[in-house]
């Protein structure tokens, strides 16, 4: 923003409200300022209620301007000032009220007495301005011993910065002088002698990174390591919990297979009744007197009923040859291999002597006959 | 200083260049700079005043704070002396 124009701006507001000349208005302005200046210049302070304090101080060997703005409060408090300030009369000048001005003399009298001199007690300057807390000397005092000394903190913290600076580049200068003459050739090296050059080899040498410059790494390192032995203890651990479970599981689904094949297994002998006579030793066989000796070497009543099977290996030692009781009891059997208790069971009499009944070709040929049997009857096992 | 003084020093300048005005007229125009500035300072501008300095103002939540920075010359005129 361009500064005359705001000045500018300031007067034809000014001059707008007022209805005075311009040239009066620039000049009261410029007063205005120059009057402040004067007074800093002076090292004299000066307070302006609605604006602030100006003040000099100094900052070692320099002066500064200090400027302590009046506080000022809520929004609200402000708007009530404004109205406060613009009073009875007033004009509405581009949304901006600014009260009336009073008459204006711009007249040149030479009678003294005809000059209205207004009392400054008449003049209530403090309720159209806008009101605002009055600093006391105390405070002002307060406050600028703060800046002052704030100041002169500054001044040194600016002096040493230089030094800090270069001191950290010295540090530095010495760790990367080690990175530096171990990747750089003696022939090649360059002769730090300030820290610029070191600044500007920094920029230079792409193999540096910022972890060679920097000095100090946190001490963490231990903390990982025994953070690295935990890691595999767990691994471990878990490597071994995981397969609990497992195990557990497969040990639990055999048992349950185990239970249900023998459950099956039972169920199934039940019905085709060997279940009942497996045991060939439970049951009992009652002997009758043979008439038929030559066809038929026993006749024999068991008291349950019976697998002819069981049979045959009982009297022949093999249960190969059950075709033979079949035949000689097939009025009896209903098509099946059990026998009914408290039923009358024909042994015949085989040709082959007892001696071969374990003879392969024999039993073989018992094989066969079996299946053939089994086949016309439908006979199921 | 304050207001008061350095409304009269400005009244007897003025009147030292052949301008008569009065008292009140000044403390007007006192008021009026003001508030212009003030004016200008709510719509988030800044006032620079030449070879003075400049104001500025941040508002915060409940109030707000205007800020000055000196000009060059004043400064140098300030450690000239």
Same mark, same amino acid.
């Given at each position: 923003?361009?500064?005359?124009? %705001?000045?500018?701006?300031?007067?034809?507001?000014?001059?707008?409200?007022?209805?005075?000349?311009?040239?009066?208005?620039?000049?009261?302005?410029?007063?205005?300022?120059?009057?402040?200046?004067?007074?800093?210049?002076?090292?004299?302070?000066?307070?302006?209620?609605?604006?602030?304090?100006?003040? !000099?101080?100094?900052?070692?060997?320099?002066?500064?301007?200090?400027?302590?703005?009046?506080?000022?409060?809520?929004?609200?408090?402000?708007?009530?000032?404004? %109205?406060?300030?613009?009073?009875?009369?007033?004009?509405?000048?581009?949304? +901006?009220?600014?009260?009336?001005?009073?008459?204006?003399?711009?007249?040149?009298?030479?009678?003294?007495?005809?000059?209205?001199?207004?009392?400054?007690?008449?003049?209530?300057?403090?309720?159209?301005?806008?009101?605002?807390?009055?600093?006391?000397?105390?405070?002002?005092?307060?406050?600028?011993?703060?800046?002052?000394?704030?100041?002169?903190?500054?001044? !040194?913290?600016?002096?040493? !910065?230089?030094?800090?600076?270069?001191?950290?580049?010295?540090?530095?200068?010495?760790?990367?002088?080690?990175?530096?003459? %171990?990747?750089?050739?003696?022939?090649?090296?360059?002769?730090?002698?300030?820290?610029?050059?070191?600044?500007?080899?920094?920029?230079?040498?792409?193999?540096?990174?910022?972890?060679?410059?920097?000095?100090?790494?946190?001490?963490?390192?231990?903390?990982?390591?025994?953070? +690295? !032995?935990?890691?595999?203890?767990?691994?471990?651990?878990?490597?071994?919990?995981?397969?609990?479970?497992?195990?557990?599981?497969?040990?639990?689904?055999?048992?349950?297979?185990?239970?249900?094949?023998?459950?099956?297994?039972?169920?199934?002998?039940?019905?085709?009744?060997? @279940?009942?006579?497996?045991?060939?030793?439970?049951?009992?066989?009652?002997?009758?007197?043979?008439?038929?000796?030559?066809?038929?070497?026993?006749?024999?009543?068991?008291?349950?009923?019976?697998?002819?099977?069981?049979?045959?290996?009982?009297?022949?030692?093999?249960?190969?040859?059950?075709?033979?009781?079949?035949?000689?009891?097939?009025?009896?059997?209903?098509?099946?291999?059990?026998?009914?208790?408290?039923?009358?069971?024909?042994?015949?009499?085989?040709?082959? %002597?007892?001696?071969?009944?374990?003879?392969?070709?024999?039993?073989?040929?018992?094989?066969?006959? @079996?299946?053939?049997?089994?086949?016309?009857?439908?006979?199921?096992? | 200083?304050?207001?008061?003084?350095?409304?009269?020093?400005?009244?007897? &300048?003025?009147?030292?260049?052949?301008?008569?005005?009065?008292?009140?007229?000044? &403390?007007?125009?006192?008021?009026?700079?003001?508030? $212009?500035?003030?004016?200008?300072?709510?719509?988030?501008? $800044?006032?620079?005043? $030449?070879?003075?300095? $400049?104001?500025?103002? &941040?508002?915060?939540?409940?109030?707000?704070?205007?800020?000055? &920075?000196?000009?060059?010359?004043?400064?140098?005129?300030?450690?000239?002396?």
């Amino acid at each position: 923003m361009d500064k005359h124009k %705001d000045q500018k701006k300031l007067v034809k507001v000014i001059t707008q409200s007022m209805g005075l000349p311009q040239t009066t208005v620039e000049l009261f302005i410029e007063l205005f300022f120059s009057e402040i200046e004067e007074s800093l210049v002076n090292e004299e302070s000066i307070n302006l209620e609605g604006l602030g304090i100006f003040r !000099t101080i100094k900052s070692g060997n320099a002066k500064k301007v200090l400027f302590l703005a009046s506080k000022k409060g809520n929004k609200q408090e402000a708007v009530k000032s404004k %109205d406060s300030f613009i009073g009875k009369d007033t004009i509405k000048t581009e949304d +901006k009220t600014i009260p009336r001005p009073a008459s204006i003399s711009t007249v040149k009298t030479n009678d003294v007495s005809e000059r209205k001199s207004i009392p400054l007690s008449d003049i209530n300057i403090n309720k159209t301005v806008e009101k605002s807390k009055p600093i006391s000397k105390e405070e002002e005092r307060k406050t600028v011993n703060l800046i002052e000394n704030q100041a002169e903190q500054k001044n !040194t913290v600016e002096t040493d !910065t230089k030094a800090i600076l270069n001191n950290k580049i010295v540090v530095d200068s010495k760790i990367i002088d080690k990175s530096i003459n %171990d990747k750089i050739d003696d022939s090649n090296s360059t002769k730090i002698t300030q820290p610029s050059d070191l600044l500007i080899q920094e920029k230079k040498d792409n193999n540096l990174s910022e972890s060679n410059i920097e000095v100090k790494k946190p001490e963490r390192v231990p903390e990982k390591k025994q953070q +690295k !032995t935990h890691p595999v203890v767990k691994k471990e651990q878990k490597k071994t919990s995981g397969f609990l479970p497992i195990i557990i599981a497969i040990f639990l689904i055999l048992a349950i297979a185990g239970v249900g094949y023998l459950f099956f297994y039972q169920t199934s002998q039940n019905n085709s009744g060997l @279940g009942a006579s497996n045991n060939i030793n439970d049951v009992k066989f009652e002997q009758l007197v043979v008439e038929d000796s030559l066809n038929y070497s026993y006749m024999i009543i068991p008291n349950k009923d019976v697998s002819i099977l069981e049979v045959s290996k009982k009297y022949y030692g093999n249960e190969v040859f059950w075709p033979y009781i079949y035949i000689s009891n097939e009025n009896s059997m209903n098509n099946s291999i059990i026998a009914t208790g408290n039923s009358i069971i024909k042994i015949p009499r085989l040709s082959f %002597d007892l001696a071969s009944y374990n003879n392969g070709s024999f039993i073989n040929a018992a094989k066969t006959f @079996g299946e053939e049997i089994a086949k016309s009857k439908d006979i199921k096992f | 200083m304050n207001e008061t003084d350095l409304c009269e020093r400005i009244k007897d &300048k003025l009147e030292q260049q052949g301008i008569d005005i009065s008292m009140s007229d000044i &403390k007007d125009l006192y008021i009026n700079t003001l508030s $212009s500035i003030e004016e200008v300072l709510k719509d988030e501008q $800044s006032v620079d005043v $030449s070879n003075f300095g $400049s104001f500025w103002r &941040k508002d915060g939540e409940s109030s707000s704070l205007t800020f000055f &920075k000196p000009a060059e010359a004043l400064v140098e005129k300030i450690n000239s002396r």
